[in-house]
């Protein structure tokens, strides 16, 4: 059995179409993970229990509202990142 935050499932599934739609984003995979980890620290987390390892996400979690919220944490990530960019620093 695993713990997995369904939360990171979504804000990973949306990632690219909020990215898609910001102008000259940088979309290496650092700044995607920045981006992630930036969105995934202002939601609130959503844990479940799996069995197999992939991550079911319950009708309760897919509302308009929460979708909403994932969608608006990622834009302000893309955002954040976007104007401070991590990739390629040498302290990382
Ligand atoms: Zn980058």
Not at 13 to 39: P, Q, T
Request: glycine content about 4%.
């Amino acid at each position: 059995m695993e713990v997995k935050n369904v939360v990171e499932s979504l804000v990973w599934n949306n990632l690219d179409s909020v990215l898609a739609h910001k102008e000259g984003a940088c979309r290496c995979e650092r700044c995607r993970a920045d981006i992630a980890a930036y969105a995934l620290n202002r939601l609130k987390p959503r844990y479940v229990v799996t069995a197999e390892g992939e991550v079911y996400v319950k009708a309760e979690f897919l509302t308009p509202q929460f979708q909403l919220d994932v969608i608006t944490a990622l834009a302000e990530a893309v955002n954040q990142v976007s104007e401070h960019p991590n990739h390629g620093q040498p302290e990382e």
